[in-house]
């Protein structure tokens, strides 16, 4: 019997495989029935032309998503094959999903999407002109990038972002400089440690888009002791219980870790690909999420 053909989806990182995204689209693919699959693409920087080369103008993958450290090298990558790449994806100078499409690629942000609509689900809150919240973002790379210019883009009052590498704050900076006085002027780039402490301490809204908490052994992205229970901490980091949220959920502040915004993201772009309805999808996936992150935390206790 002929072996049916699987259309071949992915994601795109490297040193990427603690992550639950084939869990959850392959979940999606199971129920509504589609013959495809999502796997890992982990890749070194040096295997990057050939998985561009043969993977995708070779038109092995329908789709891919894009995490660290590569969501820059793949828009450059679209820009130089002349690819549709969506408003946002401009905005932002990153995107995280690409779509294939006889030959043409197509590249999306659904990052600073998953992250606005997780927001309002997690904390009850809506980040909005007639709100004056306070944001603090520890990471100005791919995520953090788009969280700062979609939120200050929605009326976040006013946004510290800080970075161990300067050039990273420095884009970020002329990113903004392209948006009118009422926007860019909420933007404050935040170059040293003490600075971070203090921006943090005085904002109402923290955000971990760093990938330190990954792993237990990493220190925090910011000190602990700046946390109090006026804060809402929201950690991008989804694979464990980072000690940023043990020490929010210590100081009494709202906590979130990244599964709300990781599986937006993912059903986005689910969507983007497949045609499948969002909220159908994205409950699908939080489903799946949840019950990994529970069996992991039972594993972990053991």
């Not at 989806?9 to 979940?27: E, R, T, V």
């Not at 009494?252 to 709300?260: E, K, L, P, R, V």
């Amino acid at each position: 019997m002929e072996k049916k053909q699987v259309t071949k989806y992915g994601l795109l990182g490297k040193n990427i495989s603690y992550s639950l995204s084939p869990l959850l689209h392959n979940a999606a693919f199971e129920k509504f029935g589609l013959e495809a699959g999502y796997v890992i693409f982990d890749k070194q920087e040096r295997e990057l032309e050939t998985f561009f080369r043969e993977e995708v103008l070779g038109g092995k993958v329908k789709g891919f998503n894009v995490t660290v450290p590569y969501k820059i090298k793949t828009k450059e990558f679209l820009q130089g094959r002349n690819a549709d790449l969506h408003n946002w994806v401009q905005v932002i100078g990153a995107l995280n999903t690409v779509k294939c499409v006889d030959g043409k690629l197509y590249g999306y942000n659904t990052d600073a999407e998953g992250f606005y609509r997780s927001v309002q689900q997690e904390f009850g809150i809506r980040i909005g002109p007639r709100e004056e919240y306070r944001m603090f973002i520890a990471g100005a790379g791919g995520a953090g990038r788009a969280i700062a210019l979609f939120t200050a883009s929605m009326g976040i009052k006013k946004l510290d972002v800080f970075d161990v590498d300067p050039g990273r704050l420095d884009s970020l900076k002329e990113a903004f400089g392209q948006y009118p006085p009422h926007i860019r002027d909420k933007f404050n780039p935040l170059y040293s440690q003490d600075e971070a402490a203090a921006a943090a301490a005085s904002a109402d809204i923290i955000v971990n888009a760093t990938p330190l908490g990954t792993h237990e052994e990493d220190p925090m992205p910011l000190p602990g002791g700046v946390l109090t229970d006026k804060h809402m901490v929201y950690d991008l980091v989804y694979a464990r219980k980072t000690e940023l949220l043990k020490h929010a959920e210590e100081a009494g502040a709202g906590t979130a870790s990244g599964i709300g915004m990781l599986v937006n993201q993912a059903a986005r772009s689910f969507e983007i690909w497949t045609g499948k309805p969002f909220d159908d999808v994205c409950q699908i996936m939080r489903e799946a999420a949840e019950k990994a992150v529970r069996e992991a935390a039972r594993t972990e206790r053991r």
